[in-house]
């Protein structure tokens, strides 16, 4: 029996899955502008556990990990991410390249990084700009049941339509409306409202035909289409580093539910923060390690998972050298506990 800690509850649940024997699972995957650090390869070690204790449970689990190339924006810690430059065409532009091009490398760096990471490769890694007609379709959904509407090309979600919002994160209206930092638009009816569709500036590279304007999608809607297009309305498990929960995962949780009118995820599980020496990873401070920093202090891949999962995942892990380097003593004892063992049934078996 698994027993698992649900952000959306607030306790641990007794895992029923919604199709006896199977598991759907969406994992928020990488904003791929950018090289992963040690702090995203622990929210993407995680779920791997997860998967892997399910399967050793003999459930099938369909993996669904989603590669965002558009829609994320430079400003996506303030208030409800829909300000800022996207992300992509803004290391597009300074790299002199074309945001596919960037996409594609730093996807290739991805995939490269989970495969060292012994992390098993997702059922299916969709891409954001691959499934512009599905966000589209729900996008007009919404406009149509009165959940969204369109202004100057632009088109909002309205969450004062949505009586559950804050739900999951605990930001709800009242709680907006007392403390949060709210982005003014002048297009939005209120703060609190996020972006599904916005119109690009004629310079801007990302951009598609729609009913409402030539533009591009807001980071949350593209989660929605992608997770529902390849595990249905409903599904089980939905990961992501805390740091997700707002407005990410809010802002997904009531743009679905409104459009399919059923209950979303029964399980969101979130990963916290992986800190260096105590403090905030900071590429100023140079403590923003990624994968191959580990390895050249003769440190391996396998050293990094060992300690990841020596961390309670709902605690932070204070990253310092000296506990990779008990992983790393850790894991050698191990293995040659496992050798050991391997000959003494070998022997065994010949003795038979």
């Known amino acids: 029996m698994l027993k698992i800690y649900n952000t959306l509850s607030k306790k641990k649940e007794e895992f029923k899955p919604i199709n006896p024997g199977k598991v759907g699972m969406y994992v928020c995957g990488p904003t791929v502008y950018d090289y992963i650090h040690i702090g995203n390869i622990r929210a993407y070690t995680i779920p791997d556990v997860l998967r892997r204790y399910l399967e050793y449970q003999?459930?099938?689990?369909?993996?669904?990990?989603?590669?965002?190339?558009?829609?994320?924006?430079?400003?996506?810690?303030?208030?409800?991410?829909?300000?800022?430059?996207?992300k992509i065409e803004k290391r597009a532009l300074a790299e002199k390249k074309t945001p596919e091009e960037i996409a594609d490398f730093y996807?290739?760096?991805?995939?490269?990084?989970?495969?060292?990471?012994?992390?098993?490769?997702?059922?299916?890694?969709?891409?954001?700009?691959?499934?512009?007609?599905?966000?589209?379709?729900?996008?007009?959904?919404?406009?149509?049941?009165?959940?969204?509407?369109?202004?100057?090309?632009?088109v909002f979600f309205d969450v004062t339509k949505f009586a559950d919002y804050g739900k999951l994160s605990g930001n709800t209206?009242?709680?907006?409306?007392?403390?949060?930092?709210l982005e003014e638009h002048p297009d939005k009816k209120n703060p609190w409202g996020f972006a599904l569709w916005l119109k690009a500036p004629k310079e801007h590279l990302l951009k598609w035909e729609s009913p409402w304007s030539l533009g591009y999608p807001g980071w949350h809607i593209e989660c929605t289409a992608m997770s529902t297009e390849y595990l249905g309305d409903a599904f089980d498990f939905h990961t992501g580093g805390e740091d997700n929960i707002f407005p990410h995962h809010e802002a997904e949780i009531a743009q679905t539910e409104c459009y399919t009118g059923t209950k979303f995820v029964n399980f969101w599980v979130h990963t916290r923060h992986l800190l260096v020496d105590g403090e905030k990873m900071s590429k100023s401070k140079g403590d923003f390690y990624k994968l191959e920093d580990i390895q050249k202090k003769g440190l391996s891949p396998l050293d990094l998972?060992?300690?990841?999962?020596?961390?309670?995942?709902?605690?932070?892990?204070?990253?310092?050298?000296?506990?990779m380097e008990q992983a790393k003593s850790n894991l050698e004892t191990l293995n040659n506990f496992y050798t050991r063992l391997f000959n003494h049934e070998i022997k065994q078996s010949d003795r038979l």
Request: glycine share 8%; proline share 3%.
């Open 58 to 86: 003999g459930f099938e689990v369909r993996m669904i990990k989603n590669i965002t190339d558009v829609g994320h924006l430079t400003l996506d810690d303030f208030a409800q991410g829909d300000t800022g430059e996207d």
């Open 107 to 154: 996807e290739e760096y991805f995939h490269s990084v989970e495969k060292e990471m012994n992390i098993l490769p997702a059922h299916y890694f969709p891409r954001a700009t691959a499934h512009i007609p599905q966000m589209i379709k729900i996008i007009e959904g919404l406009v149509k049941k009165g959940y969204a509407y369109e202004k100057n090309g632009n």
């Open 173 to 181: 209206l009242k709680n907006l409306r007392v403390g949060a930092r």
């Open 305 to 323: 998972r060992l300690a990841i999962i020596s961390s309670h995942y709902r605690s932070q892990m204070n990253f310092t050298w000296k506990i």
